[in-house]
């Protein structure tokens, strides 16, 4: 009667917590969700409404995992699922940037187009000295200024060109034209806060979905 009172008792104790198993699966899954999010159309990245879209609905899905699983902690499940977002953010974000940087370094730079017609024996006139009087019907100081436009548009197109391959020129990027020009800063601070703000819808929906079992609820006050 022991025996069999003791058996019965050792198959009603809920699971030994997976806390290990579900730990890797919240991590594997959540890297290769976000950073392969980093590889859609750029017309489907739109800043915030994709990152935390994606987040709540992995913060769903592993919390349910986790209920099933009979995890005990939903601090704990929240702060895992939350740091795995954060993380996997960051990393989508690198990888884009280098992705983006890789693109451009493969484009041909830029040709400098002649200005107003010019062709190369005009530019080495003009650097000598000037055009021969009569010839065209464009004064030198006129074909000065615009070849000096055009070097300076040149310069600005290279510079731009170098910007966009690095983090900074990244996170610029991201942003649609639509929203207008942003400076550097905003950038930064948008980018920060959307990964704050995805990581904690995560972590909240992860925990909603954790329910308590009786032995649990009472030991925390709940109910």
Not at 32 to 59: C, S, W
Not at 103 to 123: E, S, T
Not at 125 to 154: K, M
Request: charged residues 20%; proline residues 6%.
């Amino acid at each position: 009667m022991s025996a069999h009172h003791t058996a019965s008792g050792a198959d009603d104790r809920p699971p030994e917590p997976r806390w290990t198993e579900w730990t890797l699966l919240a991590a594997v899954v959540v890297v290769a969700t976000l950073v392969g999010a980093g590889r859609l159309p750029q017309q489907a990245k739109i800043p915030v409404v994709l990152p935390v879209g994606l987040a709540a609905l992995l913060g769903w899905g592993l919390g349910l995992v986790a209920d099933r699983w009979r995890l005990s902690s939903q601090r704990r499940a929240k702060i895992t699922v939350a740091g795995c977002v954060a993380i996997a953010l960051v990393l989508n974000a690198v990888d884009t940037h280098r992705r983006l940087a890789a693109f451009i370094r493969q484009q041909p730079l830029p040709q400098r187009p002649d200005v107003a017609g010019i062709d190369q024996g005009f530019r080495d006139l003009l650097e000598q000295g000037g055009l021969p009087e009569g010839v065209g019907t464009v004064s030198t100081e006129d074909l000065r200024r615009s070849l000096a436009s055009q070097e300076r548009r040149s310069s600005e197109v290279l510079h731009e060109r170098e910007f966009l391959q690095t983090f900074q020129g990244y996170l610029v990027f991201r942003i649609p034209r639509e929203w207008g020009g942003w400076p550097l800063f905003a950038c930064w601070l948008f980018w920060l806060a959307e990964v704050a703000v995805a990581a904690w819808i995560a972590g909240l929906v992860c925990e909603s979905q954790i329910r308590l079992v009786p032995d649990q609820a009472g030991r925390l006050g709940v109910g």
